[in-house]
């Protein structure tokens, strides 16, 4: 189980870093190689990484691996009422508790699928200018799933709020 968490952040480094690549047929690693499996290209990573380029790769500012050829990578940016922060006008969307006050999943599951369009075509757009840094990569943390209600602060306004069988059913809506 402790190699599943490295090799979805191997697989993501692979999808995030070489998106939009275009292929030269001449590759220095497997990994570079798209007509390889996922699989293979992430063990061929995993075996190159030092275990400190590994346990770097792990911090949401993950610096290049430029003997690997791999960039930086901001893995932080998030999507809880819309693409956040994005350097082009976007859906934005009321707070997760207001929307779930609504009990209305299949609106949710067409936030969560407008979110994941519009941040990949900004993903898409930077890629090809070049632009990396926080807030424009792919990864997009969802509302939290977590169910809470903590009596310092109220009703948790990140989440889709504290009834687990509502939460039940949007589970899959804020996992896009």
């Known amino acids: 189980m402790a190699k599943r968490p490295l090799r979805c952040l191997c697989l993501l480094i692979l999808v995030c870093s070489f998106y939009?690549?275009?292929?030269t047929r001449q590759y220095q690693y497997p990994f570079q190689d798209p007509d390889l499996s996922i699989e293979d290209r992430v063990d061929?990573?995993?075996s190159l990484l030092t275990l400190e380029e590994k346990v770097m790769q792990m911090v949401n500012n993950a610096p290049a691996?430029?003997?690997?050829?791999?960039?930086?990578y901001n893995w932080w940016n998030e999507t809880l009422h819309g693409v956040a922060?994005?350097?082009?006008?976007v859906t934005s969307y009321p707070q997760a508790i207001v929307m779930a006050a609504t009990w209305d999943t299949l609106s949710l599951h067409?936030?969560?699928?407008?979110?994941?369009?519009?941040?990949?075509a900004i993903f898409n757009d930077l890629q090809r200018r070049g632009?990396?840094?926080?807030?424009?990569?792919?990864?997009?943390?969802?509302?939290?799933?977590n169910i809470f209600r903590d009596p310092r602060w109220g009703r948790g306004q990140e989440t889709y709020?504290?009834?687990?069988?509502?939460r039940s059913r949007t589970k899959a809506a804020s996992c896009f």
Request: charged share 20%; with cysteine; proline share 15%.
């Open 65 to 72: 691996i430029e003997r690997l050829g791999v960039p930086p």
């Open 20 to 23: 939009g690549c275009k292929p």
């Open 110 to 120: 067409t936030m969560a699928n407008y979110c994941a369009l519009e941040g990949r």
């Open 161 to 166: 709020g504290e009834d687990p069988t509502f």
């Open 85 to 89: 922060r994005s350097p082009y006008p």
């Open 131 to 145: 632009k990396r840094g926080i807030y424009l990569g792919l990864t997009h943390w969802p509302p939290n799933i």
């Open 44 to 46: 061929n990573l995993v």
